[in-house]
């Protein structure tokens, strides 16, 4: 506890979203795992703080199915309930509303889904709903394209972060445009999480090298072999990128330069 | 306070027959869900926690139970 309060322990700034302090900056989801026990081992290993659920109907045949609030702590973990799943804006604002009248939290984070096959978002619905969230007291935290205009427009509307992705959702293909992602984090003041996309570890590194704030990922560390394992990966490797970033990297250079002096050598 | 009738609601989507004279809260009790893990709106308006003891449940009426599941 003393390490979170005093911050990171990297040397880092903590990342800052809606004015709460997060040591980590990886954020997780909560689907698709095998167990409930795989599910909460795996969010614990990954050092999260930020944990996305999400809104359902309760299944009224099999009411022992329980909810995921019987596995995870929300006072431990700061439980981020999603849209997914949401096709139009009021559908959105419907599912934001019911998570937020459990109590938990006043931050959503807002997803609409523009096409069944690619799951890219709408992001003509994205703003609507962002707009309206955020006059609702909401704090947004927008999943979008990785679009300059509509990332600007969802700082604009008020969102307190904004998502662009790497690839689509769940699709394990990485970073796809790093140069979209740098200009959106250069252009804006909120801070920038890439969400959805990473396959793995080296995925992760990459795009926390770009500079952005944060991450947030689910199926690269569910659909993992060892989800555990993977998690604990993509924890270590968030922070790794983070480093690197700050730290600065060599220039690339189409030749080689020695690293042992080419003085004293035998004649 | 709850009566041999029963009442025809629907409840996230099926037609579902209830005792009548139930209170929201005493809903959820019959369908054995814990009050503070669901999310009630009733004909279409969100509950508050507060709420759910005063809603009375009558004929007719539409319910959606919702809680929070594992998601990305």
């Known amino acids: 506890m003393t390490e979170m309060m005093a911050g990171p322990r990297t040397g880092d700034e903590p990342l800052v979203i809606a004015g709460r302090a997060l040591r980590s900056r990886l954020l997780v989801g909560t689907g698709k795992y095998r167990t409930n026990d795989e599910m909460v081992q795996a969010v614990e290993a990954s050092g999260a703080e930020v944990v996305t659920v999400a809104v359902r109907r309760v299944d009224l045949d099999r009411t022992r199915e329980e909810g995921v609030l019987f596995h995870l702590d929300p006072e431990r973990y700061l439980l981020l309930p999603n849209t997914a799943g949401c096709y139009t804006a009021e559908d959105a604002v419907r599912y934001a509303r019911l998570a937020r009248a459990a109590g938990f939290t006043e931050w959503v984070k807002l997803e609409v889904i523009g096409d069944p096959e690619t799951l890219l978002p709408d992001a003509e619905a994205t703003l609507r709903a962002a707009r309206e969230l955020a006059a609702d007291g909401f704090q947004v935290l927008a999943y979008t394209n990785d679009d300059l205009i509509t990332a600007l427009r969802l700082e604009d509307a008020g969102c307190a972060a904004v998502m662009p992705l790497a690839s689509p959702i769940g699709s394990g293909l990485g970073l796809i445009n790093p140069f979209n992602i740098r200009t959106i984090k250069s252009r804006l003041t909120v801070p920038v999480i890439v969400d959805a996309g990473v396959g793995t570890a080296s995925d992760a590194a990459l795009t926390m090298e770009q500079g952005v704030d944060g991450i947030l990922m689910n199926t690269a560390i569910a659909e993992a072999r060892d989800a555990v394992g993977m998690a604990r990966a993509m924890g270590l490797a968030t922070e790794a990128g983070r480093l690197a970033y700050l730290a600065g990297r060599m220039p690339r250079r189409e030749r080689a330069v020695p690293s042992s002096p080419a003085r004293g050598m035998l004649s | ?72």
């Open chain 2, 1 to 72: 306070m709850t009566s041999d009738q029963t009442i025809q609601v629907q409840i996230n989507g099926r037609d579902k027959e209830i005792p009548d004279g139930l209170s929201v809260s005493a809903l959820l009790g019959h369908l054995q869900l814990h009050p503070g893990m669901v999310v009630v709106e009733h004909n279409g308006a969100i509950l508050r926690r507060e709420a759910l003891a005063g809603a009375s449940v009558r004929p007719g009426d539409t319910l959606e139970l919702v809680h929070f599941v594992g998601g990305g």
